[in-house]
C-alpha cells in the first residue's frame, strides 16, 4: 500500500506567512495538554484565528489519540483548507499531517522545527530554531 504523502514542510516563517495572507489556513497544536499549559502556545490574535489545540498523543501515557481525526474532523474544515499542524519538534505533527491526508484533507502541512525546535548540545530544546526561537508571536500558559 503506497503511503499518502501531505502537502509539504512549512518553516516556522513559511507556517507564519501562509497564516497571514491566507484567510482560511488554520493551525492546530497537536502537543500534550501539558506542553499547552507549561511551555507556551503560538499567539494568532494579530491574524485574527483561533489556535486549535488537539493532542496526538495523550498525557501521560503517550498512546496516540483514539480520536484525533474525529477531533479534527468536528471543527468543520474544509478538505481543501490549508491545515498546519505544529508540535515540539516536527515529528508529532508530520504523523498529524498523514492522518489527516489519510482522511481526505488535501493541504495538511507540518511546521518544521515546532514549538520549541532540536536539541542543542547540551540535549535542550529553545536555543536553535523552532516557531519560539525564530521570534514569531507566542504567549506562556
Not at 499567539?43 to 496516540?64: A, G, Q, T, Y
Not at 480520536?67 to 478538505?79: C, M, R, V
Not at 515529528?91 to 495538511?108: D, E, K, L
Amino acid at each position: 500500500m503506497t503511503e499518502l504523502i501531505y502537502a509539504g514542510d512549512l518553516s516556522p516563517e513559511e507556517s507564519w506567512e501562509l497564516l497571514n495572507s491566507d484567510p482560511v489556513a488554520q493551525m492546530i497544536d497537536v502537543r500534550t495538554d501539558a506542553e499547552f499549559s507549561y511551555v507556551g502556545l503560538p499567539d494568532l490574535n494579530s491574524v485574527d484565528k483561533e489556535l486549535r489545540l488537539i493532542c496526538w498523543k495523550v498525557f501521560p501515557s503517550m498512546d496516540i489519540n483514539a480520536n484525533f481525526e474525529t477531533e479534527i474532523e468536528a471543527l468543520g474544515f474544509a478538505k481543501d483548507q490549508p491545515l498546519l499542524f505544529l508540535c515540539r519538534s516536527g515529528i508529532r505533527s508530520r504523523s498529524a499531517a498523514h492522518a489527516m491526508t489519510a482522511r481526505g484533507y488535501t493541504r495538511c502541512y507540518n511546521v518544521t522545527e515546532g514549538f520549541e525546535g532540536d536539541k542543542d548540545d547540551a540535549k535542550h530544546r529553545g536555543t536553535i530554531n523552532g516557531w519560539k526561537v525564530r521570534k514569531l508571536p507566542w504567549t506562556q500558559g
